[in-house]
T-cell receptor
Framework: SQTIHQWPATLVQPVGSPLSLECTVE??????LYWYRQAAGRGLQLLFY??????ISSEVPQNLSASRPQDRQFILSSKKLLLSDSGFYLC?????????????FGSGTRLTVV | GENVEQHPSTLSVQEGDSAVIKCTYSDSASNYFPWYKQELGKGPQLIIDIRSNVGEKKDQRIAVTLNKTAKHFSLHITETQPEDSAVYFC??????????FGTGTRLTIIP
């Protein structure tokens, strides 16, 4: 069966420090991968998605970047964190769009920038 | 692109009563409609989904109905329990496109 792993679960980082959040998927190949951010009490904002290794699409301009160095690995990064980067970050995967199924989400990372 | 509206944003229901959350979508070509439940501090979990060739689907105390003509779908939770308290998201998807999520409904079950 497929599983998605996301870490760390919580992170407190000072303003101006770098960020690296990692997400890996097991039990499937060539998944579509997504990074979402959720502000407190708010909805799901799509940040990045990837349909293959090295293929990244950005949904909103921001202080963050994403990379997909391996088929089942998706990384969210920042060179210098801002206070506004605080939030709950979720990774998700899905089958290719032609299959038209839902997404499976990871357990999330709570990022607090201080 | 697709646009999904979700109502209400908050809902309080007495334990044992039913809860209904409604969503509308804009693109008549959408054909997949999942519902997610997000408990505090966790990622959203798929609880039920429906495709456009079906009008209703049930799974124990939860059900989803779809009205393609009106372009709306609803989540029904019967005999609500305290563990049903969570944020619920609806979503819609066209084939070959990404999921579009609603803005979420915070459901509180009052003991």
């Amino acid at each position: 069966s497929q599983t998605i792993h996301q870490w760390p679960a919580t992170l407190v980082q000072p303003v101006g420090s770098p960020l690296s959040l990692e997400c890996t998927v097991e039990g499937t190949s060539n998944p579509n991968l997504y990074w979402y951010r959720q502000a407190a009490g708010r909805g799901l904002q799509l940040l990045f998605y990837s349909v293959g290794i090295g293929q990244i699409s950005s949904e909103v301009p921001q202080n963050l970047s994403a990379s997909r160095p391996q088929d089942r690995q998706f990384i969210l990064s920042s060179k210098k964190l801002l206070l506004s980067d605080s939030g709950f970050y979720l990774c998700a995967w899905s089958e290719e769009p032609r299959a038209n199924y839902g997404y499976t989400f990871g357990s999330g990372t709570r990022l607090t920038v201080v | 692109g697709e646009n999904v509206e979700q109502h209400p944003s908050t809902l309080s229901v007495q334990e044992g009563d039913s809860a209904v959350i409604k969503c509308t979508y804009s693109d008549s070509a959408s054909n997949y409609f999942p519902w997610y439940k997000q408990e505090l501090g966790k990622g959203p979990q798929l609880i039920i989904d429906i495709r456009s060739n079906v009008g209703e689907k049930k799974d124990q105390r939860i059900a989803v109905t779809l009205n393609k003509t009106a372009k709306h779908f609803s989540l029904h939770i019967t005999e609500t329990q305290p563990e049903d308290s969570a944020v619920y998201f609806c979503a819609a998807r066209l084939i070959n496109e990404k999921l579009t999520f609603g803005t979420g409904t915070r459901l509180t079950i009052i003991p």
